[in-house]
């Protein structure tokens, strides 16, 4: 699950390199990234790689 955020974190230019560390906060109410607070269509993408990949809802 970790390395397909992360290769989104990279595809998306939220990080620079598969090295760069980061910080990913999501819950049902939103998603920070490095802690700054993303707008909700980042949101949705990510939240509905986290639920396709894990069968889990937010």
């Not at 595809?11 to 819950?27: L, R």
Request: glycine share 6%; aromatic share 8%; no cysteine.
């Amino acid at each position: 699950m970790s390395e397909i955020i992360r290769s989104s974190l990279l595809n998306d230019g939220f990080i620079s390199d598969e090295e760069q560390k980061y910080k990913f906060e999501i819950s049902e109410k939103g998603l920070k990234i490095n802690g700054k607070k993303q707008d909700h269509a980042v949101f949705e993408k990510y939240k509905r790689i986290i639920e396709d990949n894990t069968g889990v809802e937010l």
